[in-house]
């Protein structure tokens, strides 16, 4: 009998299967032919090599069914299947092959079968320690152990650093690197709408395929050299505010601002952060770290204010009263302005972090949308990674609150380095007006421009 396979690579993908590497990887943007790819070099070893034993795997059962599975399903000719036992995933050829469907999130460590051939999707979900462990898995004789794999780029992880950072030093390594519009098969506006409906960083990843691509990070704007400084005395006189996460089993973290008022920059100057602490060790602990400075607010995290249950107090009640009472303000909770507004602080060089704050330094830095999981809605927000982002909240709080009250006003601290003495004068003018919570439009301080302009 017979068989065709109904198939035809695109270039890149003829590159990968023609690639000998023991470790070979296809790596591409969404819809860039990598599951195809992959299902098909497994069909092809499992008919050349009769009898051997192959895996395919991917990190969640539930991608694996959904995806993998299913698109090898979709490719193999059903004229090959002699048998599917759908209770261990276990697919048996008439050739005497067989393949292993297999999630590797609960994979029985050291113990299993011997494999010819390994296939992997999605590799950047899976650990390297994984990876290294199953290539102990490759022991099967006259079979072509090797294991090869697809995924899309996840930044400077293990993958990159095998597959592209070390690429001379290892003979065994070799990726073929493709991105969403090398798929002549995908329908003619895919991959505008990508480019036109995502943010760029993301489409340099997922549509283009760059593995240089920061994977998500949030703070792109954060340059560690510039904007984590060494920490100096804030004068007595700049405006002072906490902004605070609670949590128990989680860290609650208390971030503390101070605004430059000549130049409308924002310090983060000192953190609290610990977890398992009860409300009133935690106001002492703030208490002792705050001093004698006049701390304007603390915005915290409304969520505070759900009332517990048993004798209805929340959380802010306990902060709000007692013998070392810490008055507290709801503090905006809109994540995406938020994050926004932060991002905007940090781009135009108006927010710095001293490096003594250990937590919120470590955490800003690896502050991380979640991945937007393949076909997703392309319109749907992104969302932040909830995991070790209590200091980072802490200071959106913060900076939101400064931003809504327009505490750290620029077009005043950029007008005051004027040398020119009229918009001193207006200056100084719009200064008093705004201590005295007196809000005037723009066009009055023009107005004391121009006419300065005749005195002067
Ligand atoms: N050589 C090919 N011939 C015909 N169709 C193909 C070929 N390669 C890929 N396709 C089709 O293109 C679409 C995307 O391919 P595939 O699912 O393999 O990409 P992927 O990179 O795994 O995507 P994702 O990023 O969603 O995981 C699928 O509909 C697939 O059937
Ligand atoms: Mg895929």
Request: glycine share 6%; hydrophobic share 35%.
């Amino acid at each position: 009998m017979k068989i065709e396979l109904d198939y035809t690579p695109f270039p890149k993908q003829a590159a990968f299967h023609r690639s000998p590497a023991k470790f070979k990887l296809y790596s591409g943007g969404f819809g860039s032919g990598k599951t195809t790819a992959l299902a098909y070099e497994a069909l092809l070893y499992a008919l050349e090599y009769p009898g051997t034993t192959g895996m395919i795997a991917r990190q969640s059962y539930r991608e694996l069914m959904d995806t993998t599975m299913k698109e090898f399903f979709d490719i193999c000719p059903p004229e090959l299947i002699r048998n599917f036992n759908k209770s261990n995933y276990h697919l048996t050829l008439w050739n005497g092959s067989i393949i292993l469907f297999r999630n590797l999130d609960n994979l029985q460590k050291r113990r299993g079968t011997n494999l010819g051939w390994i296939a992997i999707d999605e590799l950047s979900e899976v650990s390297e320690s994984m990876w290294l462990e199953l290539q102990g898995r490759l022991r099967q004789k006259n079979s072509p152990r090797k294991m090869f794999a697809c995924t899309n780029p996840n930044g400077h992880s293990w993958v990159w650093t095998r597959w592209i950072r070390d690429a001379a030093k290892n003979k065994d390594y070799h990726i073929v690197q493709s991105a969403t519009q090398d798929n002549p098969y995908l329908p003619a506006d895919y991959v505008q709408s990508l480019i036109d409906n995502y943010p760029e960083p993301w489409v340099k990843r997922y549509v283009f395929g760059s593995w240089d691509a920061a994977a998500g990070i949030i703070y792109e704007e954060l340059d560690y050299d510039k904007h984590i400084i060494k920490p100096f005395p804030i004068p007595p006189s700049w405006t002072r505010l906490r902004g605070m996460d609670y949590g128990y089993t989680n860290p609650t973290a208390v971030v503390w601002l101070a605004i430059d008022p000549d130049t409308g920059k924002v310090y983060a100057y000192d953190e609290h952060y610990a977890a398992k602490l009860t409300v009133s060790q935690h106001k002492t602990v703030v208490h002792a770290k705050t001093g004698h400075a006049r701390i304007q607010v603390t915005a915290a995290d409304p969520s505070m204010w759900r009332a517990a249950d048993g004798d209805g107090r929340s959380i802010a009640d306990e902060f709000m009263s007692g013998k070392e009472r810490l008055p507290l303000i709801k503090a905006n909770n809109s994540v995406a302005w938020g994050i926004n507004k932060v991002k905007e602080l940090l781009q135009h060089d108006r927010l710095y972090i001293f490096k003594t704050m250990e937590n919120l330094v470590s955490e800003i830095q690896d502050y991380r949308y979640q991945d937007i999981p393949v076909h997703r809605d392309v319109n749907a927000p992104e969302r932040p990674v909830k995991k070790d982002d209590h200091g980072c909240d802490a200071l959106r709080y913060g900076c939101s609150y400064i931003i809504e009250h327009n505490l750290a006003p620029t077009s005043f601290a950029d007008h005051r380095r004027s040398d020119d003495p009229k918009t001193q004068l207006a200056e100084s003018t719009r200064r008093m007006n705004e201590r005295s919570g007196l809000l005037l439009p723009e066009s009055y301080y023009e107005a004391i421009e121009s006419d300065a302009d005749e005195e002067w």
